[in-house]
């Protein structure tokens, strides 16, 4: 029964859209990491793929391992016009979650605000963005990612509005604040420890859009740093570089998601703390 832990609660739908988007980069992957990255059984990896696999929306190797079938490489080859953020918006939240059972949050700066829409696990729909639901810029996730980069004046403006507490790990330091920013540039990855929430740490990574500019960021909310940070990681890049190059109109396929910096893996004993 403890192999099937992962399967509680989730739908076919979910468990199939997990394995897609470990393919939403063009990578090849063994049964394995697709289990994995997926959070699946090896059992209903292998069966699910194999069924994808002969509906020709997944493709074997010579070497055994699995990629994107001809059908999907054509789907997404069709687009001529790049989407807008609000029409994949959703759609990229909606699949994170359930790939992660995570709460997944998109977000966009408004004001030195953060206007968002997130998608907690189970059969709630995805918010929309509402003029009233922001969220706090210096002590999320969220905001982190997006402004690492944003032009220094906008960093100023939110450290000269003030760091407010929110909780007695909320970094209200200047400087403190300025450095987390320098890390996040450094790898991509903004993470937040009990900043905003006590026993809710996050992780984000900011989105791009066609000029190279920062249009948005996207969180998954998880409860601890050393434990379940480096599971979810995968995902949360995949999701955040597909949507970039979505938005920039690129088809190219990039490389796999591969760690920037070893601060990628934050211990939570070393995680911002106030």
């Not at 407010?164 to 920013?181: K, Q």
Request: charged share 20%; proline share 9%; glycine share 6%.
């Amino acid at each position: 029964m403890a192999g099937n832990s992962t399967e509680v609660g989730r739908s076919v739908t979910s468990k199939i859209t997990s394995i897609l988007l470990t393919f939403t980069e063009g990578s090849e992957h063994s049964l394995t990491e697709i289990a994995r990255l997926a959070n699946l059984p090896i059992s209903t990896a292998h069966r699910l793929t194999s069924e994808l696999a002969s509906w020709r929306l997944l493709e074997r190797t010579e070497d055994g391992l699995y990629r994107a079938g001809l059908p999907l490489r054509t789907m997404g080859a069709a687009d001529a016009c790049p989407p807008s953020l609000q029409e994949r918006a959703p759609c990229v939240v909606d699949d994170l979650s359930a790939a992660t059972r995570c709460r997944a949050r998109l977000g966009v700066l408004q004001e030195l605000e953060v206007a968002y829409i997130e998608k907690r696990p189970g059969p709630h729909p995805v918010s929309a963005f509402m003029p009233a639901a922001t969220l706090p810029a210096h002590p999320t996730a969220v905001g982190r990612a997006l402004l690492a980069f944003s032009p220094p004046s906008t960093v100023e403006m939110v450290i000269l509005r003030g760091l407010r507490p929110y909780t007695p790990h909320t970094v209200t330091s200047p400087d403190r604040f300025r450095r987390a920013l320098a890390v996040t540039r450094l790898t991509h990855v903004a993470v937040t420890r009990w900043e905003l929430e006590v026993g809710t740490s996050g992780a984000a990574m900011p989105v791009f859009g066609p000029g190279g500019e920062v249009v948005a960021a996207i969180e998954l909310s998880i409860r601890g740093l050393a434990h379940e940070l480096q599971p979810v990681m995968a995902a949360l890049s995949i999701a955040a570089r597909s949507l970039s190059r979505e938005l920039a109109g690129e088809a190219r396929p990039a490389q796999p998601y591969r760690p920037r910096h070893p601060l990628m893996t934050v211990p939570e004993s070393a995680a911002p703390t106030g």
